[in-house]
């Protein structure tokens, strides 16, 4: 049980660290953004085809990672400049949808369906599973805390700033003078340098890639995690993946509380308790958990 609750840590990590990049695109940028997972495959099989065919150390890969993410997402942001809202969403579900069956059709460099294997992990063979998840744990939300205080700081900074004042109205913005275009784009490859380097680590940790592994629905859970948890802060984008994973891994024991229920109505039943939550606490808080504070610029009387 040590084991599994640790290895939950170690997803909420990375749920935590994929809303930080998303945060970034849609909480302060307001761009929605639907192809959080495919910046996620992209760290991920980049990590693992540099450990894997060329035997890069391990931290040459999450940056090398991190890059590939941020070079797609600014392509990205680049080609749909001109999109916002509904259109943008398709646009970027279906750019991870491109990745992920990219990786399933060119064997020769992903695998294919086989994916890739033996990813070295750090400590991996020194360390028993529950001493390994244990590492990992401490690792991944190191990383979480570092990055989130990096974020916060640049939230706070002018250019956070000019981000929500694009978020608020991209017009007003390019008649102050900010060039809209370029702020979209550093806005968009910083957050999906973020997702890439979480792609990294879970290459990393799982010790194996496939395209199975980058469905829709982790896109999903993240959106979640971050509208439940507070777009805009980013204690709230943790606090969210924290939620998500508890939700979605805590009612998988339904069937100990309920043993006369089929799997298939425990898993109907799962899945009604989780929206029924997330429905329960965005009605309380429509703003989320952790709502994001107004900053208000004080003018001294003259």
């Avoid at 205080?149 to 900074?157: C, D, F, I, T, Y």
Wanted: net charge positive; no cysteine.
């Amino acid at each position: 049980m040590a084991s599994y609750l640790l290895a939950m840590a170690v997803f909420a990590g990375f749920y935590a660290l994929m809303a930080l990049g998303l945060n970034v695109i849609w909480g302060l940028a307001g761009m929605i953004n639907l192809g959080l997972v495919g910046f996620f495959a992209i760290g991920a099989y980049t990590a693992a085809l540099l450990s894997v065919k060329l035997h890069v150390p391990m931290l040459v890969g999450w940056g090398a990672a991190a890059i590939a993410g941020s070079v797609a997402g600014a392509l990205l942001a680049v080609v749909t400049a001109r999109l916002k809202g509904d259109y943008l969403a398709i646009v970027t579900l279906g750019f991870s949808e491109i990745v992920r069956l990219t990786a399933s059709n060119e064997i020769w460099l992903t695998g294919g369906t086989d994916g890739i294997s033996a990813i070295p992990g750090p400590f991996r063979g020194a360390l028993s599973p529950l001493g390994f998840n244990l590492v990992f744990a401490g690792l991944i939300w190191g990383v979480v805390a570092v990055t989130a205080l990096a974020l916060g700081r640049l939230s706070a900074s002018p250019f956070g700033r000019v981000l929500r004042a694009i978020r608020e109205d991209e017009m007003v913005a390019a008649v102050a003078g900010k060039p809209v275009l370029a702020f979209k784009v550093r806005a968009f490859a910083l957050g999906a340098g973020v997702l890439g380097f979480a792609g990294a680590l879970y290459a990393h940790y799982n010790g194996y890639v496939a395209p199975d592994a980058f469905q829709p629905l982790i896109t999903i859970y993240v959106v979640l995690a971050l509208t439940a948890g507070g777009t805009g802060t980013m204690r709230g984008a943790m606090l969210g993946a924290v939620l998500v994973i508890a939700l979605t891994e805590g009612t998988r024991f339904l069937d100990d509380v309920l043993p006369g229920l089929a799997p298939v109505q425990i898993a109907a039943l799962r899945e009604a308790l989780i929206g029924t939550a997330l429905i329960v606490i965005l009605t309380w808080r429509p703003q989320g958990l952790v709502a994001e504070r107004t900053r208000v610029l004080q003018l001294e009387a003259l």
